[in-house]
């Protein structure tokens, strides 16, 4: 039923390989030195070490440290206890006019569901009203009708 297995060959393939070439360098013209003056010359300092050798140049100011800050008068716990305060105050007041809110858009609703009900009751008593005014809707001739055991025949 099944062709008996034969081992078979892959199929070779030519295989072309691509080298990447590479780009020549761009022409680069360096930019002309222009000599740039100091406005001032800064002072030159000699320095002799102690096994006799001469070590030439520039003066560098020294490093200033920062200046130490005197501690602050009120201590950090209690700032951080007012600000808590403010904060608690802020959200109280927050929540103070989200429940005036919640009250007012309560009120909102109320007013509109209950003009809703007096424009459809208002509706239904015109319905109601008009209905019996005018003679409208199916006629029916009941003198010619003959009733015989609860059934109708016309």
Not at 8 to 35: C, D, I, M, N, S
Not at 57 to 71: F, K, Q, S
Request: aromatic share 6%; charged share 10%; net charge positive.
């Amino acid at each position: 039923m099944y062709p008996e297995h034969t081992p078979r060959v892959p199929a070779q393939r030519a295989v072309e390989v691509h080298q990447p070439t590479p780009l020549p360098p761009a022409a680069t013209v360096p930019a002309p030195l222009v000599p740039v003056q100091p406005s001032s010359v800064p002072a030159v300092a000699s320095i002799v070490l102690p096994d006799g050798r001469v070590v030439t140049g520039y003066a560098i100011d020294p490093t200033r440290p920062e200046p130490v800050t005197a501690p602050s008068a009120v201590s950090r716990t209690a700032v951080n206890a007012a600000l808590g305060g403010v904060g608690f105050l802020a959200v109280c007041g927050g929540l103070l006019l989200l429940t005036s809110f919640i009250a007012a858009l309560t009120a909102f609703i109320t007013q509109l569901i209950i003009l809703a009900a007096v424009i459809f009751g208002g509706w239904i008593a015109v319905q109601v009203l008009s209905a019996s005014g005018h003679r409208g809707g199916t006629t029916v001739n009941i003198r010619r009708a003959v009733f015989k055991r609860n059934h109708f025949h016309g």
